[in-house]
């Protein structure tokens, strides 16, 4: 018997194959129906598909011809909402969904309300259309780093969210960013908090092993190509293993350079 999975299907929506002559696609609903190439089977006798089922219940559609499509509007779904559509056909030929990517979740958020404060960011959300992750932005040394990272729950109607966050000296910017299947970024507006936090410094400028900052930050070294070296958040970064030469050091709200011995 001739088992074909679509690898070109696991790139963009969940997809297993549970017993032979059957497959299954998970998703979200996001208000547009599949379609199917459906092939005569290796009979000769009628067509592939035999059984279409969305979230365990069998479709009316009708799937005896060379194409078909999976109504799921039928099925009054709310955008976001989970569907596992299963596709049985018969042996000795493969039955192709044209459009998988309809069932992936989209950026699709909108912020009701976002504030910042000393070491956390929280905010409400609506309109989400599936499970994306929210990715936490800090504007520091002059670029947007991803400082966090929290699961959506894909809720349309509403969710609230909370991160703790780390600050920096002066002026904090913080944004919320999600990326769907279509990799163009959503991005949210941004907020702003005024940190008094005493000011970092770091020594020596000339290093043989240790570099020490006046209190914990997140900081990025970088060799004078623009390669990064080492990044992380501490009090101290061992850099003995590093070769000589001239080095920067992002750390705080600051860009400034040592050498190493």
């Known amino acids: 018997m001739k088992k074909i999975l679509f690898a070109c299907l696991v790139a963009v929506v969940s997809f297993s194959s549970l017993s032979a002559g059957e497959m299954t696609l998970k998703g979200s609903f996001q208000g547009e129906n599949l379609y ?30 060379s194409a078909f499509e999976v109504d799921l509007s039928v099925f009054q779904f709310a955008i976001g909402q989970a569907i596992s559509v299963g596709i049985k056909y018969k042996d000795d030929c493969a039955p192709k969904v044209l459009n998988p990517e309809v069932l992936n979740a989209r950026a699709t958020f909108e912020i009701t309300n976002m504030n910042v404060t000393d070491g956390e960011l929280t905010w409400s ?41 780390r600050q920096h000296v002066g002026e904090n910017r913080f944004r919320l960013k999600q990326v769907d299947y279509r990799k163009k970024p959503r ?49 101290e970064v061992k850099v003995g293993s590093l070769e000589k030469g001239k080095y920067y050091i992002n750390y705080d709200n600051k860009m400034e350079m040592f050498s190493k011995k």
């Open 36 to 65: 199917v190439k459906n092939p005569f089977a290796a009979s000769g006798v009628g067509f592939c598909v035999y059984e279409v089922t969305v979230n365990g219940q069998t479709t009316t559609d009708e799937i005896n011809s």
């Open 187 to 235: 991005y949210s507006e941004e907020v702003k908090f005024i940190s008094t936090k005493a000011e970092v410094t770091f020594s020596p400028t000339r290093v043989d092993d240790i570099i020490n900052f006046s209190a914990p930050t997140l900081y990025e070294i970088y060799d004078e190509y623009g390669g990064i070296v080492f990044k992380g958040y501490a009090e």
């Open 125 to 165: 959300s609506k309109g989400e259309s599936g499970e994306l992750p929210y990715i936490i932005e800090q504007f520091r040394w002059n670029k947007w780093v991803r400082v966090g990272e929290i699961n959506g729950t894909g809720n349309s109607a509403g969710s609230d969210y909370k991160a703790s966050v």
